[in-house]
């Protein structure tokens, strides 16, 4: 059932008369300033307390499932990056017993203190880059500040009612604005140095917006019964008043994706219900019902801000999209919501209801532990030898039309299920190719096997399953011709046996079928191709679980590594773990085919990039690049298709070489359990 909107009654327009005789909303002028701290990243998943029958659950907005988090009812839950990754985790406060957990983006527990916490907020207030928590104790102990998430030192002794952090003289440096109650009022605590008066009443709730669009931080604060909600705006020493009714709760939120936390949603209870108010728009209704709680979470990642309500029993909890409809989350009403980034999913990628090799794959583990994957060694030399100013390349376009083959860039993959409606499993041919490194399907009765080394079968027995023509899509599109038409690989998945089968100068040559190499994996295990072996790549490694895809990266997060190709004239003739093969001259000290490369932590990722662009960047700090090919330098390979973002191409073709380096890897390959003929890099 979704709740039925209401009118608002007329009590409450006068009130809203007042305010605007006083001098309400002026007309909304646009400004040219960067968004202000009000527009805390917030993350798109939600943390969801359904009490005590049912315990913590994830909603992770990516994919619509629910994940069990824990089985304690949570006091509270904030987001702060305390591992200092670049990457959000969430810091909950289980109360008296249990204390204060971080549940980091690993999917890791680290304790943080023994004790429940009254209140907690997140900032950097000392400017060094990392975030702060700000916690209070209660009575016995007061706040404390648990500094770059390393150490805690005392704030102050008394205990307070809640608090908030803003940009408050609009510095570049986070403040915290504290209500310690009456009769002392509001306090804050500014560029972590002095303690400034702010109002000496104290208040019923108060918030950060942008309310102008001008970036600078403006405080909303509702001073309960008789004085209602005021506004300090870009701490100007004069208040204005917003509404002469003191209401229940209220968000602020950036729903029109202008970059600015510049509408208010404000609770005023039963019978009034939940209203919008921006500068630009005035008083608008949302909601007849009261909430018994709110949130604020850009679930769908197109930079607008959703709401999240839980209207209580019986109507459960439901999302307000950008597009105004109303979609029901869940049925049952929780004790708390907060807005999270919850942690990646425990299993690896998947295409084509295939796994891209189990979550322990190498290709799928993280190599941002700069403890555990320093950077190599040869990092320096290798990057100015191919020039530190050297620009990345996406190497993949918008153009999805393999008729125009001409700027059709990228290469493409297909999903068959080996059946005749997708593909005749076709003999396949290798004029100048390389049959005895190549894997062929053979024919079982009415099933086909992986045959390693194509060149012990007969012509008659050697078949791969390209798709029909009707189906088929290769890199360069329609062009046939193998004298101009490169490369032209071809990638299966086959589901059901979920096995990968790619393919090199796949060409269509008098009515059959013809390549230079044919590989094959099964994508359930984590066999590497026979030491010395080519495949589709010339470092003998899979192309299409290192591709960047269109639906990963507009999902927000690629959960594996890249692939990433140079010059000849870079590369020596060797190859390390897990390559299994190398090709071209033999470069003195150049870089060896399967070297891992990664963007370096001290990138930050701008938040005004594409969240396609801000996935691939954040993947390539977590999982890298494997150098897999000769090709220019710094070409990065992806998939073609209409879905990327222009801008996301534009935005990833600004790092340069000198913002990467290349990874140590060889805390694997020390391990005991370690295989070189396997891609298992944790146990």
């Not at 706040?143 to 770059?148: E, L, Q």
């Not at 009769?183 to 972590?192: E, F, H, K, R, T």
């Not at 591709?547 to 997060?557: C, K, Q, Y």
């Not at 190709?565 to 033999?586: I, K, M, Q």
Request: with cysteine.
């Amino acid at each position: 059932m979704t709740p039925s909107f209401d009118s608002l009654p007329l009590r409450l327009l006068r009130a809203l008369a007042f305010v605007i005789m006083l001098g309400g909303p002026a007309a909304h002028a646009q400004h040219d300033f960067p968004p202000s701290a009000s527009l805390t990243a917030k993350g798109r998943d939600l943390l969801v307390d359904f009490g005590s029958q049912y315990g913590v659950w994830g909603y992770a907005a990516a994919t619509g499932n629910w994940q069990s988090i824990h089985n304690r009812a949570v006091a509270s839950a904030v987001r702060a990056d305390i591992d200092h990754n670049g990457v959000a985790d969430t810091v909950i406060d289980f109360g008296s017993g249990l204390g204060i957990w971080a549940l980091l983006d690993s999917g890791a527990w680290k304790p943080l203190h023994g004790i429940g916490a009254k209140w907690i907020v997140a900032a950097d207030i000392d400017g060094s880059g990392h975030d702060d928590l700000i916690v209070d104790f209660g009575s016995a102990y007061g706040i404390w500040v648990y500094r770059d998430a390393t150490s805690w030192v005392p704030l102050h002794g008394t205990s307070a009612k809640n608090a908030i952090t803003l940009d408050l003289d609009h510095d570049g440096h986070s403040d915290v604005l504290i209500d310690f109650g009456a009769p002392y009022g509001l306090w804050a605590w500014v560029n972590n140095a002095v303690w400034q008066q702010i109002h000496g009443t104290t208040a019923r709730w108060m918030l950060k917006a942008d309310l102008d669009r001008n970036g600078q931080d403006d405080l909303v604060i509702d001073f309960g019964s008789p004085y209602g909600i005021w506004m300090r705006l870009n701490n100007a020493p004069t208040w204005a008043p917003l509404h002469g009714t003191s209401a229940k709760s209220a968000v602020a939120a950036d729903l029109a994706g202008s970059g600015f936390a510049d509408s208010l949603v404000i609770d005023f209870g039963n019978p009034y219900g939940i209203w919008i108010w921006s500068q630009a728009a005035g008083w608008k209704p949302l909601h007849g019902v009261s909430a018994r709680g709110m949130a604020v979470a850009d679930t769908d990642a197109n930079g607008q801000d959703d709401l999240i309500i839980d209207f209580g029993s019986p109507y459960g909890i439901w999302r307000r999209g950008n597009d105004t409809a109303w979609n029901l989350i869940h049925g049952t009403t929780a004790s708390s919501i907060a807005a999270v980034s919850l942690p990646a999913a425990t299993s690896g990628p998947t295409n084509g209801n295939c796994p891209m090799f189990p979550a322990n794959a190498m290709f799928n583990l993280r190599i941002d532990d700069r403890a555990r994957f320093p950077a190599h060694a040869q990092s320096a030399a290798w990057i100015a030898a191919i020039g530190g100013t050297r620009r990345f390349h996406a190497d993949w376009g918008t153009n999805d039309n393999p008729q125009q083959y001409a700027d059709y860039y990228g290469i493409p993959y297909n999903i068959v299920d080996g059946a005749a409606s997708t593909t005749t499993w076709p003999n396949v041919s290798f004029p100048n190719g390389y049959p005895d490194e190549s894997d062929c399907a053979l024919a079982q009765g009415s099933a086909y096997t992986i045959h390693r080394g194509c060149d012990t079968l007969a012509a008659a027995q050697r078949r791969f399953p390209f798709p029909l023509d009707s189906h088929i899509k290769l890199e360069g599109g329609a062009c046939n011709d193998p004298n101009t038409c490169g490369d032209r690989h071809v990638l299966v998945v086959e589901q059901g046996n979920c096995r990968l089968w790619e393919s090199w100068l796949s060409y269509q040559v008098g009515g059959g079928w013809t390549a230079g190499s044919t590989a094959a994996w099964d994508l359930r295990g984590y066999a590497l191709r026979p030491d010395t072996w080519t495949s589709s790549d010339a470092a003998g490694l899979p192309i299409l679980p290192l591709l960047a895809r269109v639906d990963e990266a507009s999902a927000g997060e690629v959960r594996h590594a890249l692939r990433v190709t140079f010059l000849d004239s870079v590369l020596a003739r060797t190859y390390v773990w897990p390559a299994r093969h190398a090709a071209g001259g033999d470069t003195p000290n150049g870089i060896p085919f399967g070297a891992l490369l990664r963007l370096r932590a001290d990138f930050v990722v701008p938040g005004t990039w594409t969240i396609q662009a801000q996935a691939l960047a954040r993947a390539m700090q977590r999982y890298g690049l494997y150098v897999a090919d000769i090709g220019s330098n710094l070409f990065v390979q992806g998939e073609p298709s209409a879905q990327w973002n222009p801008a996301t191409i534009t935005q990833l073709q600004t790092l340069q070489m000198s913002q990467f380096e290349f990874v140590d890897i060889s805390a694997v390959s020390r391990d005991p359990r370690f295989s070189a003929g396997s891609l298992q890099g944790a146990w």
